[in-house]
Every structure is written in structure tokens, then in C-alpha cells.
């Protein structure tokens, strides 16, 4: 029997859009073709921050063009999402704090490595602006993207508009305090929520937990080297004393501040995602119990934050890049392409993502 090879799909020229998630440890990129089909995806370490941090960028969008069988003249646009203060307009990461890039022009320095139109936006935000336009959040006009990673914060849409506030700084929730007197926050506070419920400082108080009072019982614990969020959720997945205890307090934690976020600006849904949501069950079931503890106290929050109002995103979800894809094809469809590019409210939330 002679077997016919099929032939390669082949991939026309200026048919695609990239979505890319700058985070602090890693680089993710999506290659998304008009029919809104992921093509080619990737995940590169953000280690090398040669040619002004860019390298790994590149280098994931290069590698996710490469799975989809493209090239760069297959690109139409770029969006990329960066964790930290945006000048839109510009194109320039004015502060990341945690990648070290202080006014950077990021997005002409991918522009002139690829030579693709390229928008740059908080990540929080676009991918908020992403997701009120994706399926998954089943038609929520009002949303918020909640990131639970080496920071917290939240990306917020308003009757179907990115809300960022006068300073951009709508959402900062990792940064309210939470706890009276508690430890000090990098940004100077003393017991914000990042200073609980952060991947860095689960993972603190886990090990100082476990030199205070750790037993045999704690074997997971011990085994870690480091103690990372991850190992925690591990650890609490297996039932293990220190490690169950923190994720039900962090849980109670996350879920009065996304409760007092509903409250705060009448929203449908949240949406959790971020390297610490990845870990599943571990972490979202406490979160929901906490929420039920308080509906069955108060017949307020049962009536604003019914049964599967928060939810935890797939772990494999790229929320970050599905708002930088919807970015780009919002530049492609609204003209902005090669020329400055509107903000994210101008582009985004008017654009269908699907």
C-alpha cells in the first residue's frame, strides 16, 4: 500500500497575529491565524536580558511562528503584555519593577528585530480586556482578571470597558493591607496581600512554618530545595499539616479581597489565573470555601457573589497572551497597524477576540 503524504498547511503572508505574556520568570507566546485558531505556541525562560531584555520575547515569538510554519512576512502584528507601568502611546515599559526595566522602549525595540508592528500594555489589564471578549468568560460585561503570581493584582472591565483609573493603578489589590502591623511590602507598606498570598511569600511563611514547628508529617515540605508556592500546593494536595494550613489561610485571604473587589465595582465574575492559580485544586478550593463560609454568614454576599462567580482559569490558559492577541488583531482591524497604535481601551475592548 503506498502511503500519500499530505501537504504541509501552507501559511499566507501577513495572515497572523501574536500574543506574548513577559513575565518575570518566563516568556509566552501564541501565533493565532484570522479564524482565531492557535497555530504555534511557546514558552521561553526570561533569562537572558541581552539587547535590552528582549532576547527571550523574540526568541518565544520566533520559536511559536516556527511551530505554526511561518515566518516573520506571516505577521501582521504583535501585542505584548508586560507586568508594570505602560506608556501606552509610546510603546515604553516606564517601570517593571520585577524585570529591572525602567524606560524601556520595548516596543521598538521588537520592532526592529522582527520588523512587525508591535503595542505594549500592563499585563493585568489586557488580559482582562481579552478575556471579556473570549468565551470563557461566557458574556461578563463586567469582569476582573485576578493574577496570583510573584505579585498580585487585577485587570478590571466595566460594563465592557477596560477600566485602568486616572493613574493607571486600578486593581493594585495585592497592595492593599490585610494585615495590621504585618511584615514589610516592597512597596513600603507593612501586611499587604502580596506579603500573604504571593508565590514568594507562600512559600516564606511555609518555610519558616516548617522550622518552627515541622514534623515527619511534612515530608513534601522537607523535600523541597527551595521551598517554592508550587511545592506548598504539592505538599497541601497530599494533605500535609503546614502546607494545608497555609493554603486554607491564603484562600481565606484571596477570597475576602476578591469578595471586597466584587463589592467594590458590581462585577459578574473573576477570573483567577497566574503561576500560583496553576496549581489547581490546591489552590482554588480554599478560596471557594472561604466564599461559602461568607455567603452562609451574610445574605448580601449570597445575593453578589452567587455559586461560580470566581473561577480559577486552565492552567494551560494564557490569558496575557490571548489580550496581547487580541491587541494586535485590534491594530490590524481598526488601521493602527504602522502607525501609532491606540490604547488598549481604544483597540481591545471594541475588537472581537473569537
Not at 501582521?76 to 515599559?93: F, L, N, S, T
Not at 496581600?193 to 511534612?218: C, K, Y
Not at 476578591?258 to 503561576?275: E, I
Request: proline share 5%.
Amino acid at each position: 500500500m503506498t502511503t500519500v503524504e499530505q501537504p504541509a498547511v501552507r501559511v499566507a503572508q501577513g495572515s497572523l497575529v501574536a500574543g506574548v505574556d513577559v513575565g518575570g520568570t518566563k516568556v509566552a507566546a501564541l501565533v493565532v491565524d484570522d479564524t482565531g485558531q492557535v497555530r504555534g505556541k511557546a514558552v521561553r525562560p526570561m533569562a537572558d536580558r541581552s539587547h535590552g531584555g528582549v532576547e527571550p520575547i523574540v526568541g518565544a515569538v520566533k520559536a511559536a511562528l516556527a511551530e505554526a510554519g511561518a515566518g516573520t512576512e506571516s505577521l501582521r502584528a504583535i501585542g505584548i503584555g508586560v507586568p508594570g507601568r505602560i506608556d501606552a502611546r509610546a510603546g515604553i515599559v516606564n517601570l517593571a519593577t520585577n524585570l529591572g526595566w525602567r524606560d524601556l522602549p520595548l516596543a521598538a525595540l521588537i520592532e526592529d528585530q522582527l520588523g512587525v508592528a508591535t503595542s505594549v500594555e500592563n499585563d493585568v489589564g489586557l488580559a482582562a480586556a481579552g478575556l471579556v471578549r473570549h468565551p470563557v468568560a461566557e458574556g461578563a460585561r463586567s469582569l476582573a482578571y485576578v493574577a496570583v503570581g510573584t505579585g498580585i493584582g487585577a485587570g478590571l472591565v466595566l460594563n465592557g470597558r477596560l477600566y485602568q483609573g486616572d493613574h493607571g493603578m486600578a486593581g493594585e489589590i495585592g497592595h492593599v493591607i490585610v494585615v495590621a502591623d504585618g511584615i514589610e511590602c516592597r512597596c513600603g507598606q507593612h501586611g499587604c496581600l502580596e506579603t500573604i498570598a504571593s508565590g514568594p511569600h507562600i512559600a516564606r511563611r511555609a518555610a519558616e512554618a516548617l522550622q518552627e514547628r515541622g514534623t515527619e508529617a511534612d515530608r513534601i515540605l522537607r523535600a523541597g530545595d527551595p521551598i517554592t508556592a508550587k511545592t506548598v500546593y504539592e505538599a497541601a494536595a497530599a494533605a500535609e499539616p503546614i502546607a494545608s494550613a497555609i493554603a486554607t489561610e491564603t484562600g481565606a485571604f484571596l477570597a475576602r479581597s476578591v469578595a471586597g473587589l466584587m463589592f467594590t465595582c458590581d462585577l459578574d465574575l473573576v477570573l483567577l489565573g497566574g503561576g500560583v492559580a496553576a496549581a489547581g485544586a490546591a489552590f482554588l478550593d480554599p478560596i471557594l470555601a472561604e466564599l461559602e463560609h461568607l455567603r452562609a454568614a451574610s445574605t448580601l454576599v449570597g445575593a453578589f457573589i452567587p455559586p461560580g462567580a470566581v473561577r480559577a482559569l486552565a492552567p494551560d490558559f494564557e490569558p496575557v497572551a490571548w489580550g496581547g492577541v487580541a491587541l494586535a488583531r485590534g491594530q490590524v482591524m481598526t488601521g493602527f497597524q504602522g502607525e501609532t497604535p491606540g490604547t488598549v481601551e481604544e483597540v481591545v475592548a471594541r475588537t472581537p477576540l473569537t
